[in-house]
């Protein structure tokens, strides 16, 4: 179970799962790449304060699953390392980007998750007056 994380003004749980993949879904994401990428998005966590949970490297896609303080949109964050990633990998790996002047695809998977089902945050938010009358 994560632990729930403050700042001066908010206590959260900011929980979110990205898949995303290169252009066109070609498995370009080699052994070489995949270690590169992955010290690359520790850095970008470290610089930003997200906290890489997990990171899945396929050859083909990406699984990421971060905590992030409440003011970084899920947007803000794929933005961070789709962005920070492409510079990279044009500039060390020219020879993937072929036809596409992007490395990734514009589109991504987001969820949020915590350590509740929605179910149980929608029953507590209904049992509140119940509780505030007791």
């Known amino acids: ?3 729930v994380k403050s ?3 908010s206590v ?4 979110y799962h990205f898949v995303f993949i290169p252009k066109y879904r070609k498995a370009i994401l080699n052994d070489t790449v995949k270690t590169d990428l992955e010290e690359l998005f520790r850095k970008i966590a470290k610089k930003y304060e997200i ?3 997990a990171l899945e490297i396929m050859p083909d896609h990406i699984h990421l699953f971060v ?10 964050i794929i933005k961070l390392f789709k962005g920070t990633s492409a510079r990279f990998i044009n500039q060390k790996y020219p ?3 072929q036809h596409s002047v ?7 998977f987001v969820s949020t998750a915590g350590n509740m089902s929605a ?10 007056w119940k509780n505030a009358k007791n």
Not at 12 to 15: G, K, Q, T, W
Not at 67 to 76: C, D, G, K, T, V
Request: glycine share 0%; aromatic share 12%; charged share 30%.
């Open 95 to 97: 020879e993937l980007k």
């Open 1 to 3: 179970m994560q632990e």
């Open 119 to 128: 179910d149980t945050v929608k029953r507590y938010i209904e049992d509140q």
């Open 51 to 53: 906290e890489i949970i």
């Open 102 to 108: 992007s490395i990734w695809t514009r589109s991504y």
């Open 12 to 15: 959260y749980l900011c929980n």
């Open 67 to 76: 905590n992030a303080l409440p003011r970084q949109s899920p947007a803000y």
């Open 7 to 9: 700042t001066r003004h």
